[in-house]
């Protein structure tokens, strides 16, 4: 069978099966599913930056601090050769990647933070219109 003929019987199956759009995330209907928690859980957001800063920033920086003196050193003891090049640039590459992966987890911070910061004033206002009394429009 070639492409062309597979691809069309293809594309005529999905057309068959469509009948409407639907939902995945909810249960089928009967199942007595209820819809999807829709809060935001802004303390679990800040206490996930808590824990990127308590917990990952320092010792990652502390790792990458560890190999400089170490491969200094192991540079240095091979100075005139090619191996002290190859040193060097590693070196140079896992200071980068050390200080990508301080910057990546220092971003997840302050999104973390933001996001609980934006979710929760969200929140508040959407419960504070809920609870404020609507004026009456009929008039219009």
Do not use: C, Y
């Amino acid at each position: 069978m070639s492409f062309e003929r597979e691809w069309n019987n293809l594309k005529q199956a999905a057309a068959e099966r469509q009948t409407s759009m639907r939902l995945n995330q909810l249960a089928p209907e009967g199942s007595g599913g209820a819809a999807p928690d829709l809060r935001s859980a802004p303390a679990r957001k800040r206490a996930f930056a808590n824990t990127i800063e308590n917990d990952l920033e320092k010792p990652t920086r502390d790792a990458g601090d560890t190999v400089d003196a170490t491969m200094t050193a192991a540079a240095r003891a091979f100075a005139g050769w090619d191996t002290a090049v190859g040193l060097k640039k590693s070196h140079e590459k896992w200071e980068d990647q050390v200080n990508r992966l301080v910057g990546r987890l220092v971003t997840n911070k302050t999104q973390l933070r933001n996001a609980a910061t934006q979710l929760g004033n969200t929140d508040i206002d959407v419960g504070h219109s809920l609870r404020r009394p609507q004026s009456n429009i009929s008039g219009l």
